[in-house]
Every structure is written in structure tokens, then in C-alpha cells.
């Protein structure tokens, strides 16, 4: 729909809260600057205990999912535990787009641990 303004999720996975803020802040700052409102921007922190799920996805309706960059390990954990959230972005056709580590976990075979 022409005019219709959507949701960029941001899926971060750092081991330590202070981490998390950094990031999210840089990742944040890199979408404002291209003008996207604060407020049209949705975080999850992903881990193996907090995979993102379809239930979030379902319940945040992002309109384009970017993962950010980080320790491959970590994310491979949040976003491969539970592969549910990809059934809401093929039927909902949502681009994809990481950075470094959410790049890497986008190929159909990934080489995880190489972040160091």
C-alpha cells in the first residue's frame, strides 16, 4: 500500500546488558539517520533461553527484520533454537537484512564461530 509506513525489527545477541545498549544505540542510530522513527523501530534481545519466536514476530508484525552484527555463536543460538518466526517471514514475505553475523546465519549452510 503506497504511503504505509512499516516496522524494522532489530534482533541483537550479546552476552552482557551493557552490550546490548551499545548496540542497539548503533543499530538505532544507523536507521534514524536514514529517517525512520524511533518509533517504527522494534528491538528483541535474542538468546538460547529467548529465541525469536513467531509469536513475536506475530505480535510485533515488522514489516523487515535486520540482524545485527555481534558473536556468531550468539545468534545462531536466538535464531536457530526455534525456526518458527521464518514461517512468518516467508508467508508474510519480509526482507532480511544482518550485518557480519546476521549475514552469515542468512546463508543455508553457515560457518558459526569464525567472529574471532
Not at 508484525?61 to 545485527?68: A, D, E, N, R, S
Request: net charge negative.
Amino acid at each position: 500500500m503506497q504511503g504505509t509506513r512499516g516496522k524494522v525489527l532489530l534482533v541483537i545477541a550479546t552476552e552482557e546488558d551493557l552490550d546490548q545498549n551499545e548496540t542497539e544505540k548503533k543499530y538505532r542510530a544507523v536507521f534514524t539517520s536514514l529517517s525512520v522513527p524511533e518509533d517504527e523501530i522494534v528491538t528483541t534481545f535474542v538468546s538460547e533461553t529467548n529465541p525469536l519466536t513467531k509469536d513475536f514476530m506475530e505480535q510485533h508484525q515488522p514489516t523487515g527484520i535486520f540482524v545485527c552484527g555481534g558473536t556468531t555463536p550468539l545468534y545462531h543460538q536466538g535464531l536457530c533454537n526455534d525456526l518458527s518466526w521464518l514461517d512468518y517471514v516467508t508467508s508474510h514475505r519480509i526482507p532480511y537484512a544482518g550485518f557480519s553475523a546476521g549475514a552469515a546465519l542468512a546463508a543455508e549452510q553457515a560457518v558459526v564461530g569464525g567472529w574471532k
